[in-house]
């Protein structure tokens, strides 16, 4: 089992800046792929950002809304995945989940919300 804990959210002005973290725990040998997903009310889940959890490097990926403004990284040592948020706007506005993938399974935190007010 995959366990994930995100941190980091709140509410901040547009223009502003937060750094959402996300810390795995457990079985976590053979994740490959860590993200970040987001859901606004009546709206679906979809992803942010994702990046790969390979030894020879990562290979990030951003959703057309967000890049340029939001930067995803890892720091191993830690088991953490990082989502920089600058340059936020009220459409970012949404509970942030964290995901990760590990042998064809993926395991979800439980969220963390960001509020973005005009």
């Known amino acids: 089992q995959v366990q994930l804990v995100e941190s980091g959210g709140g509410l901040v002005q547009a223009g502003g800046s937060l750094r959402l973290s996300c810390a795995a725990s457990?079985?976590?040998?053979?994740?490959?792929?860590m993200g970040w997903y987001r859901q606004a009310p009546g709206k679906q889940r979809e992803l942010v950002a994702s990046i790969t959890s390979s030894t020879s490097g990562s290979n990030p990926n951003y959703a057309d809304s967000v890049k340029d403004r939001f930067t995803i990284s890892r720091d191993n040592a830690k088991n953490t995945v990082y989502l920089q948020m600058n340059s936020l706007k009220p459409e970012d506005t949404a509970v942030y989940y964290c995901?990760?993938?590990?042998?064809?399974?993926?395991?979800w935190g439980q969220g963390t919300q960001v509020t973005v007010s005009s």
């Open positions: 457990g079985i976590i040998f053979g994740i490959n792929v």
């Open positions: 995901k990760a993938d590990r042998r064809g399974r993926q395991y």
